[in-house]
């Protein structure tokens, strides 16, 4: 667990304690750009994520010490995180955008067809699969309204995490989405397919 303590002007004290018995770990300072806010620290596993405003993403290996920085011209401060422990990358989700990066500063997938509905993402509308391969969203559809102008109603899009393409999506405007009716010959759900996305 890592404890986070008040800044100086130059850096942060940092604890990094045992989740079984509390312990602590390490302790050490972090250094900080003088009059720059911290965007944020996250850690995962034994890698520290620290980024402050209008500087590099710094990557910190705190059992070797070894710095790693990604350019901000590459790597700007996302909105949300996502650890995806079995695979060792991290989703970042900005401007309703996703991407996957390696801890060694690399991007290591964009998605193709995976423009998110909400502007600035919470990752309550993102579902990751157990295997952490699919990442499954409501997103930003394709599809236009009657009268021209962007839908209304979004999609479900479900792409590959390690490829970013686009395997499934639930769309209104799918000719082949239909909704099947109960056994009893009653349809399954009372609303039309495309109330049924909106808002989701």
């Known amino acids: 667990m890592l404890l986070i303590y008040d800044r100086t ?11 079984e018995d509390g312990k602590p770990l390490k302790l050490f300072k972090h250094l900080l750009h003088r009059g720059k806010k911290i965007d944020f620290i996250e ?27 990604i ?22 989700f900005r401007n309703r955008t996703v991407a996957v990066w390696n801890f060694r500063g690399e991007l290591v997938t964009s998605f193709e067809d995976h423009l998110l509905w909400h502007q600035d993402c ?32 979004g999609s479900i899009n479900m792409s590959d995490i390690m490829t970013g393409k686009c395997i499934a999506k639930i769309a209104a405007n799918d000719p082949a989405l239909s909704i099947a009716p109960r056994k009893n010959g009653s349809p399954s759900i009372w609303s039309s397919i495309p109330e049924a996305l909106e808002d989701v």
């Open 43 to 69: 850690q995962f596993n034994e890698k520290l994520l620290v980024k402050q405003e209008d500087e590099n993403l710094q990557i910190l290996d705190v059992r070797s010490s070894e710095l790693i920085e």
């Open 71 to 92: 350019s901000i011209e590459k790597f700007m401060t996302p909105s949300a995180f996502i650890f995806l422990y079995e695979n060792n990358l991290f989703l970042t």
């Open 9 to 19: 002007p130059s850096y942060v004290p940092l604890k990094i304690l045992s989740i």
């Open 122 to 153: 919470s990752t309550n509308n993102i579902y990751i699969t157990t295997d952490q391969d699919l990442i499954i969203s409501y997103c930003k559809s394709d599809a236009a309204a009657d009268d021209g102008t962007a839908s209304s109603i």
